[in-house]
């Protein structure tokens, strides 16, 4: 299996620009997860999504920021307007049901908002 | 209080010793414990899941979960250089939020030969 899978790995943009982030979690995986770290707040969990539908988004910052989640192969985190703050590594994850929660990680997408 | 607390570290210990790592938790209804290994510019990967009271023994590696102090801990006992990471300690509810899993900052060993 090729794991989970983003893109871009880094994405260099200026203030006000739009950014979308993409990921494709490991096939048979129910469960997404798009997740933001940085030095000072860690890895942070901004939504999730079971079987393509959006559970909590609880985390999203704010209406900036949207994701979805059109079939069960592909997903989208977009940033409108992006702001400098934004920058941090972003990961998606995903996972199966089961009697342990193990969340595959991609490799990250290093956004940097000037 | 943030949900999942650790020292940030650096921990720096010496070949061969035993690293001991540390966590606590704020929610008493967590149900399921994670230690996630990241190396430095990489992602998170899993290596111990725990999730009854006790020690739970993988290799060089040993999970110890105290619920009743909400205290979660990783020991690694023979230290190498290879072991030198961020952990990330990670928690998630029981019920409905059974996947929504919550991590701390980590903590970041340093193994030195």
């Known amino acids: 299996d090729a794991g989970v899978i983003q893109s871009p790995r880094h994405e260099v943009t200026e203030m006000g620009q739009e950014v979308t982030l993409r990921c494709k979690p490991i096939?048979?995986?129910?469960?997404l997860f798009w997740y933001r770290q940085t030095m000072m707040r860690g890895l942070e969990l901004l939504i999730y999504?079971?079987?393509?539908?959006?559970?909590?988004d609880s985390g999203m910052p704010e209406d900036r920021f949207s994701a979805k989640m059109p079939n069960a192969s592909f997903s989208t985190l977009k940033i409108q307007p992006s702001e400098p703050r934004d920058s941090a590594v972003y990961f998606c994850?995903?996972?199966?049901?089961?009697?342990?929660?193990?969340?595959?990680f991609g490799n990250g997408t290093r956004l940097t908002v000037t | 209080q943030k949900e999942v607390e650790q020292n940030s570290g650096p921990l720096s210990v010496p070949e061969g010793a035993i690293a001991s790592l540390n966590c606590t938790y704020s929610?008493?209804?967590?149900?399921?414990f994670f230690w996630y290994r990241q190396y430095s510019g990489k992602s998170p990967e899993l290596i111990m899941s725990?999730?009854?009271?006790g020690d739970k023994e993988d290799g060089r590696f040993t999970a110890q979960l105290n619920k009743a102090s909400q205290y979660v801990s990783l020991l690694i006992r023979d230290s190498q250089p290879s072991d030198s990471a961020t952990y990330l300690c990670?928690?998630?509810?029981?019920?409905?939020?059974?996947?929504?899993?919550?991590f701390g900052t980590g903590t970041k060993l340093q193994v030195i030969p």
């Open positions: 994850a995903s996972s199966q049901p089961g009697t342990g929660v193990t969340l595959h």
């Open positions: 096939s048979g995986h129910d469960y």
């Open positions: 999504f079971n079987n393509n539908v959006p559970i909590d």
């Open positions: 929610d008493r209804v967590s149900q399921s």
């Open positions: 725990i999730y009854s009271n």
């Open positions: 990670a928690v998630s509810p029981r019920g409905g939020g059974y996947q929504k899993v919550t």
